[in-house]
């Protein structure tokens, strides 16, 4: 489980990997939250907004780790494409669907996610989404 989750917005793969040490800082736009393992939680809300398997979107390496290693404590990787997409072109009602469901999926392995912090999560996810699509930047999640 993460201590310190952080989604932000960068530029390119390079000025995302400059957070490693120390996170986004003021240096970029960002979204801090924790508690959840958010590799896992990526790939499992593409899968919910998309459809898909969960395995086979990890075995094509989502989500793509740009700087550090994942047994290393921090990590910087990029929230893929598809989820991107799908946050920044999300109305609220389906946020709150995906929320929902995502926290169905978390109480089937045993994980508590209050509902109300699931939909605050995933609406500031895509507000800093509908952010970095309009300055054509990506979305990177820093892990610490």
Known sequence: MSIIVE????PDDASAALALGTGPGRAF???????FD???AVVEWECLFEGGDFEDRVETGEPRIIAGEP???????VVPHGLFTA?????R??????????????AED?????????????SD????????????????????
Do not use: M, T
């Open 7 to 10: 989604f932000f917005v960068a």
């Open 29 to 35: 736009e960002a979204l801090s939250c924790g508690n």
């Open 38 to 40: 958010p590799e896992e």
């Open 71 to 77: 047994d290393d404590g921090c990590v910087v990787f």
């Open 87 to 91: 946050l920044a072109r999300a109305e």
């Open 93 to 106: 009602f389906r946020l709150h669907e995906i929320a929902a469901l995502w926290v169905g999926r978390r």
């Open 110 to 122: 045993g994980e508590v996610i209050e509902a109300d912090v699931a939909g605050e999560i995933l």
């Open 125 to 144: 996810l895509a507000a800093l989404a509908r952010s970095a699509a309009r300055q054509r930047q990506r979305l990177y999640c820093w892990v610490a």
